[in-house]
């Protein structure tokens, strides 16, 4: 039989690099495809890329999805902003353009199946494959990929999913890899700090009040963009223990502070929810993640509206915020997602 092809997303790093030359060694035949971004060290990445290419010895074909990166995952992440919310672009990346243009790109170059350096896992299910954790649960990246689809996942593989970032550092480093100076970024197009891209997107310092939760004036911020639920520098209220953001009302143009007992909460309400392998019987119970860094927390979900259910935990949980998602496991499997819209029930 001849040997599958495996296109995979390679961006110059670490990871991806070390997930090709695992393919290489499978036997797939390998090529690369790099997606062309907005950013400012857009060549720099660009030749990075090439050059880890030329070292594992496969082809590399560069995408142009700069203006579909602009539209569909730096838009959403400005008027989020603009309503008081704080996104989350790389789970919006992963369900647009890296499992979505890309993808579809790299399928039409002739791949047989695509791959990415992701630490997650695609496991076997009765009804089709499902989302895993990774086998390293410091690494694990299954809760940015939560709001893709059976059909993404059909044909794809994650080559680092039973590994830990420890093994894959000293296969780098037996491979001898060109690697780039540093750690990549969280937000990819943030090079010069929230406020300044914002600022630079045309946000506005608009002056307000800072009130705490009873109504009580305390201090005035410059545009409630510049912040989000849980922080606690740059607010400017001394006090005898930290003032931290509770809520973000947009409307009135407040900071709604609190101390941090009052950031703890049990309820919260869902919107837009995307299931995996088709929704569950409600009320659901399982563990719920309300962020990357999140550990997981069990609680119980129950149906609220169209489209729209109430998140109730077991244990008050610190921090829940808007525009972010919450994402439901069942044990390592991930059944689905749905946007916080609201950080009480």
């Known amino acids: 039989m001849p040997q599958p092809t495996v296109a995979i997303a390679l961006s110059g790093g670490m990871d991806s690099a070390v997930a090709a030359a695992q393919l290489l060694e499978a036997g797939y035949l390998v090529k690369a495809c790099y997606m062309e971004l907005p950013l400012k060290d857009e060549a720099e990445k660009k030749q990075q890329a090439l050059a880890m290419a030329a070292h594992l010895a496969i082809p590399l074909e560069c995408i142009d999805l700069r203006q579909d990166f602009a539209s569909l995952v730096i838009r959403y992440f400005t008027e989020s902003y603009r309503q008081g919310l704080t996104p989350n672009p790389c789970v919006r ?22 791959a990415t350096g992701h630490y997650c896992r695609i496991v076997d299910h009765a009804s089709g494959p499902m989302l895993a954790r990774a086998a390293d649960p410091l690494k694990d990246q299954s809760y940015f990929l939560a709001r893709l689809s059976r059909q993404q996942l059909q044909g794809v593989l994650f080559p680092l999913g039973n590994r830990h970032k420890s093994e894959v550092r000293l296969r780098a480093r037996a491979l001898d890899l060109p690697l780039p100076q540093g750690e990549s970024q969280d937000v990819c197009f943030l090079d010069q700090g929230l406020g300044a891209f914002l600022s630079a997107q045309g946000f506005s310092a608009a002056a307000g009040d800072i009130v705490n939760t009873q109504g009580q004036r305390l201090g005035s911020h410059q545009g409630i963009w510049r912040y989000t639920i ?3 520098r740059g607010l400017g209220l001394p006090d005898a223990s930290p003032w931290y953001v509770a809520a973000i009302d947009r409307k009135k143009n407040q900071l709604i502070v609190a101390k941090q007992e009052e950031l703890l909460q049990k309820t919260c309400t869902l919107q837009a929810l995307h299931w995996l392998a088709g929704p569950p019987e409600l009320p659901w119970r399982g563990t719920i993640q309300l962020r990357s860094q999140h550990r997981g927390a069990s609680g119980e979900l129950y149906p609220k509206g169209p489209d729209t259910a109430l998140l109730q935990f077991d244990s008050p949980q610190r921090a829940i915020t808007p525009g972010q998602f919450a994402v439901f496991y069942q044990d390592d499997l991930v059944l689905g997602s749905a946007m916080i819209a609201a950080s009480r029930g």
């Open 230 to 232: 849980g922080q606690r």
């Open 93 to 114: 990346c992963n369900q647009h353009i890296k499992f979505g243009l890309l993808a579809q790109a790299m399928q039409r170059s002739g791949a047989d199946v695509i």
